[in-house]
């Protein structure tokens, strides 16, 4: 089938490559003539494992391409998917401009029935937006064009985002119940049918409730992600170990494991701005959302622990000391920077006079990009990248934990010892065995696993 994909970032490079790696022909555009040029010359501008070996083979078959081509990628594709950007607006919102932007777009040149769909997270009534948007352009240029708009949310996780879109757990399509929506179903379940061969994947709804889905799953996942953190803190004050509460409430398949880690607070382009967007749908219909307003609240007060918990053992001021930080990205196995927790950590740390040392195995470039943004030149002056965890943790005073990359799992603590100034270790995972650390002489610092009284 003849695919087009707009916007070629996380969502809509993986889902490019994996359906051109499933036989289709594909063209994706983006706007951003960087992008294209770097993916044109056979390179790939993000760290997403397995992409890179997708995207090489399907371009040398001819099933993947890429254009800044806005009219010849209208052509290109009967089914035209919308992978832009969704970010929050200054009121939390999402905000719609690049999908209104892409739909305006494709109704400018169409010339023949367009499948439009809905992949980036957009609120509820979206569909409906974009589908004005579309017909606005073509009453302007007097075409009657038959397009149908589905909501097709995107549930792949960044880091293993390859797999997740060639084994989903389900497919959402939400569709129109009329002629046209009828005609695009069909398309879409012919796209979708090679994901289908094991077990029937696909869930079809109406449009509202396959937008409202989306944005109900990274609330529920966020909300399991704050429950967690707020309750590692009362672990830590009434002496109880939120590892072994963890393991014991996973056990029971009403709750399940998943998603029950307590950190350092949750990051991405996602979690943060979807609770945010669903409590401002929440307060456009006058429905305060209540639970995910105190999600939101928790996080953020979570992302301010470790800082807390450093200024606790070394005092306010920072100055003439050093700290490694091992982890950047908000999540291992990606070097997306955005709304990392890394973000709010360095920067207090710098705040408050100190130097860094950071390390992230793929995060650095990404990274040094956002805390050139993110703060002043004398702070970023403070700020040094190395080249491995060892290299961070030379000299430092403490060492500061940030992502859980698989590289940190394995700790050697006779080196780690010899190589720090101070035995001090600021865990925001949880990678460690305390009593290990204890053993080795560390003042080990966890979130909910130490009591402090
Ligand atoms: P991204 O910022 O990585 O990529 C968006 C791309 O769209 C950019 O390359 C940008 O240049 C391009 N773009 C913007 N306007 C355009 C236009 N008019 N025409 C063509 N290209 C245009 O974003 P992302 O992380 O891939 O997220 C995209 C959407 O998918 C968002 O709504 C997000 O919430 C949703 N989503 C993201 C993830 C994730 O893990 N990143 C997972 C599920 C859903």
Redesign the pocket.
């Known amino acids: 089938m003849k695919i087009t994909i ?8 993986v889902t490019g490559a994996c359906l051109a790696e499933i036989g289709n022909d594909v063209l994706c ?4 003539a960087r ?1 294209i040029a770097i993916l044109e010359a056979g390179g790939v501008p ?1 760290h997403e494992p397995g992409l890179e070996g997708v995207i090489a083979r399907n371009r040398h078959a001819g099933r993947i391409r890429f254009t800044t081509d ?1 009219e010849a990628a209208v052509a290109h594709g009967d089914i035209q998917f919308i ?5 929050p607006d200054e009121d939390g919102s ?1 905000d719609l401009q ?1 999908v209104l ?2 739909a305006r ?1 494709i109704g400018r040149t169409m010339s023949d029935f367009k499948v439009v769909v809905d ?4 609120p509820v009534g979206t569909a409906a937006r974009v589908r004005d948007a579309i017909a606005a352009e073509l009453r302007a240029r007097g075409a009657d064009v038959p397009f149908s708009v589905v909501s097709n ?6 880091g293993a ?1 390859v797999e997740d879109f060639m084994r989903p757990d389900r497919i959402v399509l939400g569709c129109d119940d009329d002629a046209n929506g009828r005609r695009a179903l069909a398309l879409m379940k012919q796209l979708y049918s090679p994901f289908n061969r094991n077990h029937e994947r696909t869930m079809l709804m109406d449009v509202r409730s396959a937008e409202f889905t ?1 944005y109900a799953a990274n609330a529920m996942l966020a909300t399991r992600i704050s429950f967690m953190n707020e309750l590692a803190n009362l672990a830590e004050r009434v002496g109880a170990d939120i590892e072994a509460v963890r393991r014991g409430i996973g056990s029971d398949p009403r709750i399940g494991y998943s998603f029950l880690y307590a950190g350092c607070g949750y990051g ?3 979690f943060p ?2 609770v945010q967007a669903l409590v401002r749908t929440g307060d456009e219909h006058g429905h305060r959302l209540q639970i995910l307003r105190a999600v939101e609240a928790v996080n953020d007060a979570q992302k301010q622990v470790l800082a807390q918990k450093i200024t606790a053992h070394f005092g306010e001021r920072l100055d003439d000391l050093s700290f490694a930080v091992w982890g950047l990205a908000f999540k291992p196995e990606t070097d ?1 920077m955005r709304e990392a927790p890394s973000r709010v950590l360095v920067r207090a740390l710098l705040q408050r006079g100190a130097r860094v040392r950071a390390f992230d195995p793929v995060a650095v470039d990404e990274a040094r990009r956002v805390f050139a943004l993110d703060l002043t030149q004398e702070e970023s002056a403070r700020l040094d990248f190395c080249d491995s965890r060892e290299a961070a943790a030379d000299g430092a005073d403490a060492l500061v934990v940030l992502t859980e990359w698989k590289a940190f799992k394995s700790l050697d603590a006779a080196d780690l010892k010899e190589r720090l100034r101070r035995p001090v270790i600021f865990d925001g995972r949880n990678l460690y065995d305390p009593a290990v650390l204890a053993r080795e002489g560390f003042d080990y610092f966890t979130i909910g696993r130490t009591h402090v009284d």
């Open positions: 707009i916007g070629t970032g996380y969502v809509g490079l555009l983006d706007v951003d992008k993000i806005i992978a832009v950007g969704t970010p999402a690049y932007a892409a777009n992949k980036s997270t957009v949310p995107e549930f792949l996780k960044e985002a989306k991405g382009s996602c701005k979807d997306d």
